[in-house]
């Protein structure tokens, strides 16, 4: 029969079993806070001119967000990734409350896209082809951390100025009293940590739609 452990090496091993959980509830509660302050930063640099704005779409505000900052003359030429293929820049032009006229030859429509992935391989390729050193970056702020992760793996050539939206829903001063509010916000967290992690590259997961 085995010699049972010293009773202090066992005290110590029972110990960190314990402490384990605790451990790492800690560093996901500090790591959800962390997210937070990331999710809720304005736009960076909002005076600079890119060299272009891609549009991640799923989402309200977004769109019109990069519409107008093309119109502002933020940058010269947009693509708004992961649109729907029936939608036509004369669609995007009423959204934006612009003529079709004025945005031909400047905006560039993304219709393969349907997760983040997918969206920074589109705009990464668009990127490419269009020779752009800087690119201004539109989606929401709760989207934004993983949106630049993905994006600087496809592009890290290219400097990323990030122009985060927030929704009207989370604009209203009673949102953080919403249990939507909070899934929707510790979802977006669970997907960013796994593709921080290349869970999805490992698996092969697409790890979207829903945005």
């Known amino acids: 029969m085995s010699e049972a452990l010293p009773r202090p090496r066992w005290r110590r091993r029972r110990r960190l079993l314990v402490m384990a959980p605790a451990l790492t509830l800690g560093l996901l ?3 959800f806070a962390w997210f937070l302050l ?3 930063r304005g736009p960076a640099e909002p005076e600079r001119h890119t060299d272009g704005i891609a549009v991640l779409t799923g989402g309200a505000e977004r769109v019109e967000t990069g519409l107008r900052l093309l ?3 933020r940058a010269e030429r947009i693509l708004v990734s992961g649109v729907h293929p029936q939608v036509t820049l004369a669609d995007l032009a009423r959204l934006g409350g612009q003529e079709p006229e004025a945005l ?12 983040t992935r997918g969206n920074a391989a589109e705009i990464a390729e668009w990127a490419r082809a269009e020779h752009l050193d800087s690119l201004r970056v539109v989606t ?20 990323l100025v990030a122009h985060p939206v927030v929704p009207a829903t989370l604009r209203d001063p009673a949102a953080g009293g919403r249990a939507r509010t909070w899934s929707l916000l510790a979802g977006e967290y669970l997907k960013f940590l796994a593709a921080w992690a290349g ?3 490992l698996l092969g997961l697409p790890l979207d739609p829903p945005r």
């Open 29 to 31: 509660a500090a790591g």
């Open 38 to 40: 990331l999710a809720g």
């Open 71 to 73: 119109r502002e003359g």
């Open 104 to 115: 031909a030859g400047r905006v560039s429509l993304g219709p393969r896209a349907t997760t």
């Open 140 to 159: 929401a702020g709760y989207h934004m951390p993983r949106a630049l992760l993905e994006l600087r793996r496809r592009l890290p050539e290219v400097a």
């Open 199 to 201: 869970i999805p590259y």
